[in-house]
């Protein structure tokens, strides 16, 4: 049996900096960050950037 470290659980979760945004303004934040992060709508970019990070499943040809 392994030892599991035990961490105090907060009776009152903290709300620090939390604000009610709209739907509309979770959107616009959202679309707006992943800009900023390089996202791009372009599906030619989203292919590329995949190939650069997946693996194509090579054929198994042991087996038949």
Do not use: W
């Not at 604000?19 to 900023?36: D, G, H, N, S, V």
């Amino acid at each position: 049996m392994t030892s599991q470290k035990q961490f105090p659980v907060p009776k009152q979760r903290l709300k620090l900096g939390v604000e009610k945004l709209t739907p509309e303004e979770q959107r616009r934040r959202f679309i707006e960050a992943a800009q900023e992060a390089g996202a791009s709508e372009n599906e030619a970019d989203f292919d590329a950037a995949l190939k650069q990070i997946a693996k194509p499943k090579q054929p198994n040809s042991g087996q038949g």
